[in-house]
């Protein structure tokens, strides 16, 4: 199913199983199909819910780069989270995204779990994530 985000995006949505909503949210090297071993075996107690971000196929890819950000991320993640009437109010999120949910949305979860997430780069941090990113990898390779 599709859902239509706050500034008129599509995301494709998928929910599986029932029960207290645990909501998988993709990083930046996957989109929902990421989640099928976690969604298999949450699934028999859990409902699920994993989406395709924006400009992750099927979901709507916006061409405009102002379309992308950490903050608009934040707000899919509350208007997928908004499909029935009545919200959700029982999640386990991952990824960065999610983090920067529970901080602006904090009574809209029970917890999070964040795992193996980086923040991601905005467009006009590129060249200082870049530079954080191979100092990082530099010291892997230094100190083992």
Same mark, same amino acid.
């Given at each position: 199913?599709?859902?239509?985000?706050?500034?008129?995006?599509?995301?494709?949505?998928?929910?599986?199983?029932?029960?207290?909503?645990?909501?998988?949210?993709?990083?930046?090297?996957?989109?929902?199909?990421?989640?099928?071993?976690?969604?298999?075996?949450?699934?028999?107690?859990?409902?699920?819910?994993?989406?395709?971000?924006?400009?992750?196929?099927?979901?709507?890819?916006?061409?405009?780069?102002?379309?992308?950000?950490?903050?608009?991320?934040?707000?899919?993640?509350?208007?997928?989270?908004?499909?029935? !009437?009545?919200?959700?109010?029982? %999640?386990?999120?991952? $990824? /960065?995204?999610?983090? &920067?949910?529970? +901080? @602006?949305?904090?009574?809209?979860?029970?917890?999070?779990?964040?795992?193996?997430?980086?923040?991601?780069?905005? !467009?006009?941090?590129?060249?200082? %994530?870049?530079?954080? $990113? /191979?100092?990082?990898? &530099?010291?892997? +390779? @230094?100190?083992?």
């Amino acid at each position: 199913m599709f859902i239509t985000t706050s500034d008129n995006i599509k995301l494709n949505v998928k929910k599986t199983g029932t029960g207290k909503v645990v909501l998988f949210v993709h990083e930046f090297g996957g989109d929902q199909r990421s989640w099928k071993p976690q969604v298999s075996y949450f699934s028999r107690r859990y409902e699920c819910i994993t989406f395709n971000a924006r400009g992750y196929p099927p979901s709507d890819v916006p061409k405009s780069i102002d379309s992308y950000s950490q903050e608009r991320a934040v707000e899919d993640i509350y208007d997928v989270m908004n499909v029935k !009437k009545d919200g959700y109010s029982d %999640f386990q999120f991952i $990824s /960065s995204w999610s983090m &920067n949910f529970g +901080i @602006k949305y904090p009574k809209k979860t029970i917890s999070l779990t964040i795992a193996a997430s980086g923040y991601g780069a905005e !467009k006009n941090h590129e060249d200082y %994530f870049r530079r954080l $990113s /191979s100092d990082v990898a &530099n010291q892997f +390779i @230094k100190l083992g």
